[in-house]
């Protein structure tokens, strides 16, 4: 099954820095096809937000490079062992980001969204309010929970789900990347099927958009990259209060354009 990707990345409509980051790459490791795509959504004074975030995606990149095809040549790149190595090095970014914030006496942090395809099977490591969807035989599912105080007080029923998007506590995280010394990962895992499309964005995305307009937007593009624009001109004009970021990634599905293995 091959894979086709293509993302978006803007500041949005009123704020002057991007502060999200972002990691795509797909190719042939151990013998089995494979992709990493990493979003992360940063925040904090100065440019601390921008930093924590790049720092984040430059660490998977390493983690693809390095980590991912050692264990494939050991042999303990099964979905267990795979769970375990991202894990790790989700626990070990979090270790750094906090020294780092520590040594510069700033907060910051940032969120993560990380899909791993191997073999067939992906595995998911969330951390916050960033988000990775799947659209199967043109369903759009949310395949991870937002690690926020408004979808706690939806969980818990303290809070309807129709009055989440207008609370002004929406952006407040309970988890993320850089704030505490241990972090709470989502995990999530699955089979890819052939046609399946992930997305992967930062709530700068799906604050702004309903989960029809976000099938939509997948739906109506004819490649990866198409989809992205798509689903960032879906946000109406002057709307888009944060970042923008997203990961388009299609399974088994030729794009026309885009950044394709």
């Known amino acids: 099954m091959s ?38 959504d940063g925040m904090g004074g100065l440019s601390y937000g921008e930093t924590v975030s ?42 750094r980001v906090n020294e780092f914030c520590s040594q510069n006496g700033e907060k910051s942090g940032s969120t993560l969204s990380l899909l791993l395809i191997y073999g067939g099977a992906y595995f998911i490591k969330n951390v916050g309010d960033s988000r990775v969807y799947l659209m199967r035989r043109r369903k759009l599912t949310r395949l991870t929970e937002d690690q926020s105080l408004v979808a706690q007080m939806v969980r818990e029923g303290v809070l309807q789900q129709a009055e989440a998007a207008a609370c002004e506590k929406k952006n407040v995280l309970t988890m993320c990347i850089g704030v505490a010394s241990s972090v709470k ?10 046609d399946d499309i992930f997305l992967l964005c930062s709530d700068g995305l799906h604050h702004c958009l309903t989960d029809e307009q976000l099938r939509d937007g997948l739906l109506d593009g004819k490649n990866c990259g198409d989809q992205a ?23 088994g599905k030729k794009a026309l354009f885009g950044k394709n293995d």
Request: proline residues 2%; contains cysteine; hydrophobic residues 40%.
């Open 3 to 40: 894979l086709y990707f293509d993302s978006i990345s803007d500041a949005g409509d009123r704020r002057q820095v991007n502060q999200d980051s972002l990691f795509c790459a797909s190719g042939i490791v151990g013998g089995v096809r494979a992709g990493l795509f990493v979003v992360a």
């Open 54 to 95: 790049r720092y984040i995606t430059d660490q998977f990149a390493r983690w693809w490079r390095e980590d991912l095809p050692s264990a494939a040549e050991t042999h303990q790149a099964d979905g267990e062992s795979l769970n375990e190595l991202l894990e790790q090095e989700v626990w070990d970014v979090n270790n």
């Open 185 to 194: 990962i989502f995990t999530s895992e699955g089979i890819a099927k052939k």
């Open 229 to 251: 624009e798509r689903l960032r001109r879906l946000i109406p004009d002057g709307a888009a209060g944060d970042n923008v970021t997203a990961i388009v990634v299609n399974c």
